[in-house]
């Protein structure tokens, strides 16, 4: 491998499989870490049976299984994304102050849970638990985020994970649109334990080329997705992934690079494979 990054995928691409599975069919493909969401980790013949709606409900006995899932396959748990995914009674950006209370309590249960599954990288997406409420103008809204993850942000620290802020683009919501919107919010909490998402669909929304947005984005970004606009895995669309990946060796980036996709056509496994073999070729 060159560059110095490492390939992982997102664990709910095998969604017909269980999570041991999924775990084997990845390492299997090639990839050497796996990204979890943390809806998939209920019970069930497969992980779209049973979506977890609280991982606070997981015993440590099912954390230790999981991991050992991962260990066994010779998979890394990078983190977990889809944070807020299934979930009800949380939003980060809510004027209601006990609802960001709990949101900030379930920061902490998710930072917790990714430790204790060996993660280190939290990606904060979560749009329809962010997207701005009405009569919240956006720097209201921007304070009200910071305050919740300012309070989950000793726990992160002390137990070495990083939540990842993912600008989305306007198709999927209207707040953190840009990746210099995530990077003014991760200023604006202060801590090293917030840093940046980048995600080539939604880099591809802004007028910015890709390669400056990395560029400019090199002392925050912390975690990085590969897919393409059209919802399909790396260069199966119309934006090339090697632009972004020079890119990112230009800054000396060492982390994650992820797939993350969103249509399974033919199948999860032909994507994960297919979005395997594109890396490796933009990657040679």
Same mark, same amino acid.
């Given at each position: 491998?060159?560059?110095?990054?490492?390939?992982?995928?997102?664990?709910?691409?095998?969604?017909?499989?269980?999570?041991?599975?999924?775990?084997?069919?990845?390492?299997?493909?090639?990839?050497?870490?796996?990204?979890?969401?943390?809806?998939?980790?209920?019970?069930?013949?497969?992980?779209?049976?049973?979506?977890?709606?609280?991982?606070?409900?997981?015993?440590?006995?099912?954390?230790?299984?999981?991991?050992?899932?991962?260990?066994?396959?010779?998979?890394?748990?990078?983190?977990?994304?889809?944070?807020?995914?299934?979930?009800?009674?949380?939003?980060?950006?809510?004027?209601?102050?006990?609802?960001?209370?709990?949101?900030?309590?379930?920061?902490?249960?998710?930072?917790?849970?990714?430790?204790?599954?060996?993660?280190?990288?939290?990606?904060?997406?979560?749009?329809?638990?962010?997207?701005?409420?009405?009569?919240?103008?956006?720097?209201?809204?921007?304070?009200?985020?910071?305050?919740?993850?300012?309070?989950?942000?000793? +726990?992160?620290? %002390?137990? /070495?994970?990083? @939540? &990842?802020?993912?600008?989305?683009? *306007? =198709?999927?919501?209207?707040?953190? +649109?840009?990746? %210099?919107? /995530?990077?003014? @919010? &991760?200023?604006?909490?202060?801590? *090293? =334990?917030?840093?940046?998402?980048?995600?080539?669909? %939604?880099?591809?929304?802004?007028?910015?080329?890709?390669?400056?947005?990395?560029?400019?984005?090199?002392?925050?970004?912390?975690?990085?997705?590969?897919?393409?606009?059209?919802?399909?895995?790396?260069?199966?669309?119309?934006?090339?992934?090697?632009?972004?990946?020079?890119?990112?060796?230009?800054?000396?980036?060492?982390?994650?690079?992820?797939?993350?996709?969103?249509?399974?056509?033919?199948?999860?496994?032909?994507?994960?494979?297919?979005?395997?073999?594109?890396?490796?070729?933009?990657?040679?």
């Amino acid at each position: 491998m060159t560059l110095g990054m490492k390939l992982a995928i997102c664990n709910e691409t095998f969604i017909d499989h269980d999570l041991a599975s999924g775990f084997r069919l990845a390492a299997e493909i090639g990839y050497t870490g796996i990204e979890i969401a943390p809806f998939t980790l209920g019970e069930g013949p497969n992980i779209s049976a049973q979506p977890l709606a609280d991982v606070r409900q997981l015993s440590a006995e099912r954390r230790a299984k999981i991991r050992a899932a991962a260990d066994d396959a010779d998979l890394e748990v990078v983190g977990l994304h889809w944070l807020l995914a299934k979930t009800a009674g949380f939003y980060l950006t809510s004027p209601d102050p006990a609802v960001r209370r709990v949101t900030s309590e379930y920061f902490v249960a998710l930072a917790e849970l990714c430790a204790d599954l060996g993660g280190k990288i939290l990606v904060l997406g979560s749009p329809q638990q962010r997207n701005l409420l009405p009569g919240v103008p956006y720097e209201a809204a921007e304070a009200y985020a910071a305050e919740v993850i300012r309070a989950a942000v000793p +726990t992160m620290e %002390a137990r /070495g994970v990083t @939540l &990842a802020l993912e600008p989305l683009g *306007p =198709a999927e919501g209207d707040f953190m +649109t840009t990746a %210099a919107a /995530g990077r003014a @919010l &991760a200023e604006r909490v202060g801590s *090293p =334990a917030c840093r940046l998402h980048l995600d080539v669909k %939604a880099m591809a929304s802004e007028p910015t080329p890709i390669p400056q947005i990395i560029r400019e984005s090199a002392a925050t970004v912390a975690h990085f997705h590969a897919n393409d606009p059209n919802l399909l895995g790396p260069d199966m669309g119309d934006v090339p992934i090697r632009p972004a990946l020079e890119a990112l060796r230009a800054i000396d980036y060492r982390g994650w690079v992820s797939v993350e996709v969103f249509r399974y056509e033919p199948s999860g496994e032909a994507i994960a494979r297919t979005s395997f073999e594109n890396l490796q070729k933009a990657l040679a």
